[in-house]
């Protein structure tokens, strides 16, 4: 077989629309393919999660295979924020402005149970949840998820990407701080961070 | 390994200082030597500088509360002799009803200082004479009280929409700046010889 088609099959290709040297698709797909295959990691890694973390990007799991060859550990050239552990208040300004120094398009992984719940500390020290502070798109489960468990987070993140728009605007907007300093209304906040699991019989007096 | 016999630092501290030692106890081959608030910084300067005693390394400063509300609270030191290998632990009790403070040790042993601000911070002890009396773990403006305490709430006195309002007002540079950890102050206090020694570069040899 040679680069050129034989006559006769070239003949047929115009004949039909369809030339070997052209392929035609959405230009949202094609960005939202290119996307999804350089996502560069920002690792927020407070707790043991970020041990799984690290397993995950090392030689045995590698998330390099996926597009996350890059780890800038710097926010501006990253895409997706993984926070990898229980956030502290104190921590709570320092992921908020990791995430605003991080350009569009951006997306962020909570990773275990302490980042998208709080976890065991349902205490007066830690952030019930960091989707209080900001945005996330993927939970992962786990206390802490194997790295198998965050692959599927980042399979998950790139088939949500996979089916973005590229004119729906309304997914770069800059989720900022409101008016009261808070992410998201107090109603909502109390009641994200409302007692759960084992710490039910906890009361606020005890 | 548990020592079965107590500290014969105790004895030495009854001859030294008579009415100031309170009471003594050998717990799971820990001796235990309970002291008068006010003559503690005392106490612990004989420790430490005593040849016989020579209790060169404080491993920790803490507090405790007990549930008993009548009962009250101790600081803890503990104490260690690198050279004679031997610990003791030393305790300080301080009634409710009264302010909670007690002498600094920081000019003893200058590791004292965040042990301290950490006591401080989670038990609302107040250090006399402290240099640098804030709190270490908390924020600076953090305005619910002292976590440990048995009267703090375990998940606060504010509501949760509150905690995080304040959380993320405050300015995360203010915690971890040059200026906190005073790397520029402690380089000042090193001996000419070290400062002069590091400023060539040249690193310092095992003896």
Redesign the interface.
């Given at each position: 077989m040679g680069l050129t088609l034989p006559d006769a099959e070239r003949e047929q290709a115009e004949v039909s629309g369809v030339s070997p040297n052209w392929v035609t698709a959405r230009l949202s797909d094609l960005v939202n393919w290119s996307r999804t295959r350089s996502l560069w990691p920002m690792p927020f890694g407070t707790a043991c999660c970020a041990i799984e973390f690290m397993a995950t990007a090392a030689g045995r799991y590698d998330i390099s295979r996926f597009g996350m060859e890059r780890q800038g550990f710097t926010p501006r050239q990253a895409d997706v924020l993984i926070c990898a552990g229980r956030l502290p208040?104190?921590?709570?300004?320092?992921i908020?402005?990791v995430w605003d120094q991080m350009p569009q398009p951006k997306w962020s992984i909570s990773m275990g149970a302490c980042a998208s719940s709080g976890g065991i500390f349902?205490?007066?020290?830690m952030?019930?949840g960091i989707d209080?502070?900001i945005p996330v798109d993927v939970y992962v489960p786990g206390c802490p998820p194997r790295p198998e468990g965050l692959l599927y987070a980042i399979f998950l993140l790139q088939k949500k990407i996979q089916g973005e728009s590229l004119t729906d605007q309304s997914l770069r907007v800059e989720r900022t701080?409101g008016p009261?300093?808070?992410?998201r209304?107090?109603?909502v906040?109390?009641e994200?961070?409302e007692p759960f699991g084992n710490s039910v019989h906890?009361t606020?007096?005890? | 390994m548990t020592n079965p016999a107590p500290s014969l630092s105790i004895a030495a501290l009854r001859i030294r200082f008579g009415d100031a030692i309170l009471r003594d106890r050998l717990s799971c081959g820990d001796s235990i030597v309970w002291v008068a608030a006010g003559r503690a910084h005392d106490i612990l300067a004989w420790l430490r500088d005593d040849p016989g005693q020579g209790f060169d390394y404080l491993t920790d400063i803490t507090a405790v509360e007990y549930r008993d509300g009548e009962l009250p609270l101790e600081v803890v030191y503990q104490l260690r002799s690198l050279k004679r290998r031997a610990d003791l632990r030393l305790k300080v009790e301080l009634d409710q009803s009264a302010p909670l403070a007690v002498d600094s040790v920081c000019d003893l042993w200058t590791g004292a200082n965040w042990l301290e601000r950490e006591v401080f911070d989670m038990f609302g002890i107040t250090f006399r004479n402290h240099p640098d009396l804030r709190r270490i773990l908390m924020w600076e403006t953090y305005a619910e009280g002292h976590p440990l305490r048995k009267s703090f709430p375990l998940r606060g006195h504010f509501s949760r929409s509150e905690q995080t309002r304040q959380a993320l007002a405050a300015n995360p540079e203010a915690h971890y700046s040059l200026e906190e950890l005073s790397i520029a102050e402690a380089y000042r206090e090193l001996p000419v010889e070290m400062r002069e020694r590091l400023g060539r570069g040249q690193r310092g040899e095992v003896a």
């Open positions: 208040f104190k921590l709570a300004p320092v908020r402005r349902d205490n007066y020290a952030v019930q209080t502070i701080l009261d300093g808070l992410f209304s107090p109603a906040i109390d994200i961070s906890q606020r007096s005890s | -």
